[in-house]
Structures are given as C-alpha cells and as structure tokens.
C-alpha cells in the first residue's frame, strides 16, 4: 500500500457477496448500507481494543478524564484497482490530542505546533497572563476598593447635604408664613431679600462641596485608571488578535469535491455565520480524504460511541445522521453532482395517507392526523393537515389548526371552523385543561410503573429540527408516564404530557436522565424502523358552544 493510502483500510470481513449500492448514502437521513455496517463493526472491534490513542468515553468507571463520547464516522471507497475498502474519522479532538494512524487527518490541523494556530494561542496566552496579573495585583484590587468606598461616601455625603438643605427650605417657607403675618411691608421685603440669601448660600456651599468631592474622586479615578486603562488595551489586543484568528482558520479549511474545486468556510457560508466545529465533523474529513486521494465514495456512516452528553441524546453504538447546521452546507459542495439516494421522508410524502375526519359538528373537526403529515407547511413541504383541510373546505373562515403533533406522530388533532372556536378552544390549551394521553411502544423495558419527567427543552440551534435538553435556556417541559405492560423487550406506555413542547415526548423517553430508553422507530434520538411508535389516542376539552365536557380516543395502528 502507497503512503499516501496509509488511511486506505482493507476489509478483514468476506465481503464477495455484498452487493455494492447503486447510490451514495444520503447523509442527513439513512439506514447504513451493509458494507458501511461491516466497516462500522470492524471501526467499532479496533476501538475496543486499541492502544493507539488515550480518550475516556465513559464506558469504563476505571478511565481518568471527563468522560466524553465520540461521533465517529466510516467511508466505504472504490480505489483505482476497484478494490473496495474503508477510511475512518472521528470528529473533532481525542482528548490527548493525537492523530492515530487509523483515523484520517483533519482538513486543517490546528494541533500542530509549529502552526500559526498554535503560535498565535500562545500569544493570546501571554496576553491572558498579563490581564491576570493586573487582575490579581493587590495595589489594583485596593485601588478598586478605596474608589468604590470613595464613591459610596460621596453620595452618601451630597445626599445628606441635599436632605439639609431641604429641611432649611421647609425651615424657610415657614419663617416666611409668620412673617406675613407679624412684620410691615417694609421689614418683610429685608426678610424676604434675607431668605433668598440664605438660599443662594446653601446652594453656592453644595456646588462647593459638589466641586471639592469630585476633585478627590478625580484623584483616585486616575489612579485606579493607570491600571484599567492597562487591562482595556490588553483585552482589546486579545479580541482582536482572537478575531484576526478564527478569521485565518476559516480561511484554512478548504473543502474539495469530486471535481477538485476547493471552497472555504467563508465561501460555504456567505453571509451567515459559521458555526464552531464547523468542518471538524467526521463527514468532511472523510470526503476530503477520499477526493484528495482519487477514491471513490461508495457508503457512509457515522455512530456514537461512549456515553451521551447530558444536554444531546446519543445512544452508544448508535447511528446518526450529518448534522445539519455545521454539515449541510459543506457537504452540498462536496457532494456536487454524486448521485445519492432519495431522502426517505420525501419518499413517504409521495403517498402519504388520507386524513380521517372521526367527528364533525358545526363548529369542530376531530381527526386522526396519518404518520409523516406535517400539521402545518414547512419552508419545503407544503402538505400538512392545514393546507389539505383547507382544500377540501375552502370556505372555512380563520385558523383551522389549535394545537399540533410532530410530523411522525399520529392521532387526535382538533380544528376549528371560525375564529370564535379556535380562540376558546385555545384557551383551554393555554390554561391546561385539555387532557390528553400518548401511546408508544419504547425499545426496552423500562423497570418502574409509573412517574414523572422534568426536562427542559431547547432546539439544538446546530441541528434542527433535534431538541437538547437545557437548563440554562430551556423552556420547562413536564410530563408524567404510566406502564401499560411489557413483552418482547419493549414497554408499552402511556404519557401524559403537562407541557406541550417540541419533540417533548420522544426526548423525555430517550434522555438518559428521563426513561433512558428511545420509542421505537424513533429516528432522531434512537433507531429508524417503519415508523415512529407514538400516537395520540385520547383527548377531552369543553365543547366552546355546549360547554359540555367531550371526549375522543383513537387506538393506535401498532
């Protein structure tokens, strides 16, 4: 094998009888082809044997580190004999910082030490070392102390000069209310010319006072400044110095396709802005490698290995899809012109089923939503439960849609045919008095009966449409969950969700601090299969013209 192949893995596996695909993976929704699984296998044999690098994934209590998982990523290529083989990425840094023979190189890589990344955190580290000796240094911290208390006494002072000064005011009116009524004209004009004195005078002593304490506020501002102005320009130099950085480093990652053109993070992504990581995936690396070496993408696949992060939802051993906010845009130039298979959701919209009415009156629908129906048009899909209802009766007048399910789930939605309707049935949404209860089928057993889930939740603003779990930023997310019963390693379950938050359900079961176990079918936080185990099969809210209390309940189809 030539040195420039040395990430060139021949399969140890028989593969003979494995018909190659007639496409390249679609990266950002798939299941691996069964030469990427075999490549994924050995990927996977290789990691729990290795010696080659240091990482704790979190799979062994005994390791050192903070455990962290790892995205890895295998690329099925043809080279020029038409011999098959696989490379193998991770993405981003082991945590000792070292590329391993095994894994191709990153598309720049800023751990070398002679590289100007390197040069340059170093020199911001001087920088940083500096501000911190100014921040730490006593005569600065006592400084600070002896202006903020400086500070404090001065307002404290003019505000008791200005009480004193009121009261003298007060004082004055009522000299002069009695002196109305005892002195003659004459002797009250002298009175008069003696209180406006008075008052000038207070006046002249406060702006005295005003002028002798901003002089001793001058004094130590510009003693204390000697070391602040210091720290502004050093952090200053510092911004921009990181700014002029990250600004090279873009500049650096340049990405090829099939044809050798080459285009960098700027050119990728306009004038949008570039999200951290981007290009340190596993899916670039592996593209980049292949086209810079003439080898030809045949299947890919990326998995998690070691322990989820408490925020995201990864499974060990799981596979998952590009990401879509650092991924998308640079594997559309890389990916130019490869033919790729259909994305699988855009093929189950060519035949999507037919929406069922189960209850209609003169102010409401009741319908059992089908699986992979969006609830309302999207910025691509324009076929939803709105826009199909919309057609059939046309001369609906205000919002038909009250409350919505995920695109993959099924079951109870309720419309509304007026404005009226729409905002009293709203309401009851709003002040949670709708009851409703989900049915799915989760991929494991699940040892408690009963409980409930406090997680709250936020969009991954690097891979929508996934939700994360966010203390920080979330909006608060409660749903309670009760065991129906438990057969073939699965649980069936009913949820009773409190909140009504994107993606609540299938999040709540897959987190490792909820349920720690995926609905079945679940394609963003577990495994794909035909379809996503979750429906809405109950649901009862105050009809908004009799008042009466109305229930519907739909079983699910699995």
């Known amino acids: 094998m030539s040195q420039n192949l040395l990430h060139f893995h021949s399969f140890k596996s028989d593969i003979s009888k494995v018909d190659r695909p007639k496409k390249f993976t679609f990266p950002f929704y798939y299941e691996p082809h069964n030469l990427a699984r075999i490549a994924t296998n050995e990927l996977q044999e290789y990691l729990k044997l290795q010696t080659d690098f240091k990482h704790n994934f979190g799979l062994n209590s005994n390791e050192d580190g903070l455990p962290i998982g790892k995205m890895f990523g295998v690329l099925v290529v043809e080279n020029g004999k ?188 306009h004038d949008q802005v570039i999200p951290g990581g981007a290009g340190e995936c596993s899916a670039p690396k592996l593209l980049q490698y292949a086209f810079a070496h003439q080898l030809k993408p045949i299947a890919m696949a990326e998995f998690w290995w070691g322990k989820s992060p408490d925020s995201e939802i990864r499974k060990h051993k799981y596979f998952y899809p590009a990401c879509r906010g650092r991924c998308k845009p640079i594997l559309k130039h890389m990916l130019q012109d490869i033919e790729m298979d259909e994305n699988p959701i855009t093929q189950q919209l060519i035949q999507p089923e037919k929406i069922k009415i189960i209850y209609e009156d003169e102010a409401i629908f009741i319908i059992n939503k089908p699986i992979e129906l969006l609830s309302v048009p999207g910025k691509t899909i324009s076929d939803s439960v709105q826009t199909r209802m919309g057609n059939l009766y046309p ?55 009963e409980g409930e889930i406090n997680l709250p939740l936020r969009v991954d603003l690097t891979d929508r449409p996934r939700q994360m779990v966010c203390n920080k930023f979330g909006k608060n997310a409660l749903t309670k969950w009760k ?76």
Do not use: C, W
Not at 175 to 196: D, G, I, Q, V
Not at 398 to 427: C, F, W, Y
Not at 433 to 448: P, S
């Open 483 to 558: 065991v129906i019963n438990k057969i073939n390693n699965k649980t069936r379950i009913h949820f009773f969700p409190k909140t009504g938050r994107t993606h609540q359900l299938r999040v709540h079961a897959s987190h490792p601090l909820g349920l720690n176990t995926a609905i079945v079918g679940d394609d963003l936080y577990g495994k794909v299969e035909n379809r996503l185990h979750l429906h809405a099969e109950y649901i009862s809210f105050k009809h908004p013209l009799t008042k009466k209390e109305i229930s519907f309940e739909v079983q699910a189809d699995f």
């Open 395 to 449: 001369n609906l007048q205000g919002p038909l849609i009250i409350h919505r399910l995920d695109m993959s789930t099924s079951g109870i939605m309720i419309l509304a045919k007026n404005k009226e309707v729409h905002k009293a049935i709203q309401s009851q949404f709003i002040k949670r008095e709708v009851k409703k209860r989900y049915v799915a089928l989760l991929d494991g057993i699940i040892e408690e009966n």
């Open 82 to 269: 038409q011999e098959l083989g696989y490379l193998a990425a991770f993405s981003g840094k082991l945590s000792d910082e070292s590329l391993p023979q095994k894994f191709v190189p990153p598309i720049f890589n800023i751990l070398d030490k002679e590289g100007f990344y390197k040069k340059g955190e170093r020199e911001q580290h001087q920088l940083s070392l500096k501000i911190s000796e100014i921040e730490n240094n006593i005569d600065y911290h006592n400084k600070y102390k002896l202006l903020n208390d400086k500070i404090a006494f001065v307002e404290k002072d003019l505000k008791s000069q200005r009480d004193k000064m009121k009261l003298a005011k007060k004082d004055r009116r009522s000299r002069k209310t009695n002196a109305l009524k005892e002195l003659n004209k004459e002797e009250l004009e002298l009175f008069n010319e003696k209180l406006k004195q008075e008052s000038l005078n207070d006046q002249f002593l406060y702006r005295e006072l005003v002028e002798y304490r901003n002089e001793e506020l001058l004094k130590l501002k510009n003693d204390f400044n000697v070391y602040e102005d210091q720290l502004k320009e050093l952090k200053s130099k510092r911004k921009n110095k990181s700014i002029k950085l990250q600004q090279k480093i873009f500049d650096q990652y340049q990405f090829l396709n099939q044809y050798k053109e080459k285009k960098d993070l700027h050119e990728i992504f």
